[in-house]
């Protein structure tokens, strides 16, 4: 394939994950990395600079060039709308999850789709083998039919005070367990009861909970838990700690990912390092993240379906919605209708 054959993708947003987006663009064999669209000047030229490719300030100058064919949107979880003129412009978008922080934006997000470009929200764990194989073995029927579910993941407290109060544990962390609940059992979540605990943030300064755990009725007669948190202790040898599964009439599927098969001691004490989600082999960020994006650009390229269609992604919206309602009124919440 020549050059001039591969997509031409602009990252949004060129921080922490976006930074992960542009190095596994600029390693893709049918795709280039053109630009990093990054209000911040100092960001956004840094991470420009590390992978070749021009800074770009905004979404608004990036839409006036001729040399952008598709977009990654890295940006806050509370910005993701910034993504609604690039849809209407009719480009296709790889959106980091949460799809959005609210279920209107998502519904406004899926509209713009809808009449204009390609979207894919970017639930990485839709890509990882551990959960692709999961959920195919719930819907082979092997483990009979699902009565109950849980999921969840904490994270180090680090995490809560890095957000700072921009974006609730349940939608920067949990919205992957909201998901994963949801496609795992082959049921929505119907009603939610939530509670929150906040101890540890505030006492770091930060207008955050620290973690929310909840119960939720599903539309097949099943159960199913969610708990989230981002309150780990800062030297536990991982930032990825997070339990899933789904029991049913015949048998289970159980996902641990609390260490991915490699134990390192050193002088920083030990380490559990990422084996899946976006690890760097031989120099090249392999896993999850890259099988996302190669998928997003094949699926571009061939007019073929994306493996998550976005009615997925404003559903795990609309239950954390919920979440957060229940959260506040103390009684069980029902999850809003998100389709459009
Ligand atoms: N898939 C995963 O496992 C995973 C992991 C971490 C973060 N995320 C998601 O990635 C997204 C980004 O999170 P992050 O931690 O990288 O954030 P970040 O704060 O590190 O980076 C965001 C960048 O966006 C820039 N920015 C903000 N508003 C902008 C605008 N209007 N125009 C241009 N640039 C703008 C900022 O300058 C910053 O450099 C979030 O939605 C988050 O939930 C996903």
Redesign the pocket.
């Known amino acids: 394939m020549t050059d001039t054959a591969k997509l031409r993708i602009a990252v949004?947003?060129?921080?922490?994950?976006?930074r992960f987006h542009a190095q596994t663009v600029a390693e893709c064999e049918i795709a280039s990395l053109e630009a990093i669209?990054?209000?911040?000047e100092t960001?956004g030229r840094e991470t420009a600079d590390a992978f070749g490719a021009k800074h770009i300030m905004?979404?608004d100058d990036a839409l006036a060039r001729k040399d952008i064919d598709a977009y990654i949107v890295?940006?806050?979880?509370r910005?993701?709308e910034?993504a609604i003129p690039i849809l209407e412009a009719g480009k296709p978008v790889l959106l980091?999850?949460?799809m959005a922080h609210d279920l209107e934006t998502a519904q406004r997000l899926a509209k713009a789709s809808a009449k204009g470009g390609r979207l894919l929200v970017?639930h990485?764990l839709r890509f990882d083998p551990r959960y692709v194989q999961a959920a195919a073995t719930v819907q082979s029927g092997d483990i009979g039919d699902p009565i109950h579910a849980s999921s969840g993941r904490l994270t180090v407290r680090d995490i809560g005070t890095r957000m700072n109060g921009t974006s609730s544990v349940c939608f920067?962390l949990g919205v992957h367990d909201v998901d994963i609940l949801q496609w795992l059992s082959g049921s929505n979540v119907t009603k939610v009861f939530s509670r929150s605990a906040s101890k540890l943030m505030p006492s770091l300064g930060v207008q955050s909970e620290d973690a929310i755990m909840t119960v939720c009725e599903m539309d097949n007669g099943m159960v199913g838990s969610l708990f989230f948190g981002w309150t780990l202790p800062s030297d536990i040898p991982t930032g990825i700690w997070s339990r899933s599964e789904v029991i049913g009439t015949k048998g289970m599927v159980d996902i641990d990912v609390r260490d991915h098969g490699l134990r390192v001691k050193s002088a920083n004490g030990w380490q559990l390092p990422d084996g899946l989600?976006w690890p760097e082999t031989n120099g090249r960020i392999t896993g999850d993240l890259r099988e996302e994006v190669a998928h997003f650009v094949r699926a571009l390229r061939d007019d073929t379906l994306f493996v998550m269609p976005v009615e997925d992604a404003m559903r795990a919206v609309a239950v954390n919605d919920a979440i957060l309602r229940s959260c506040e009124s103390g009684v069980q919440e029902s999850v809003a209708d998100w389709r459009i």
């Open positions: 949004v947003g060129g921080g922490f994950m976006g669209v990054d209000s911040s960001v905004s979404i890295a940006l806050p979880d910005s993701h910034a980091e999850k949460p970017g990485i920067y989600h």
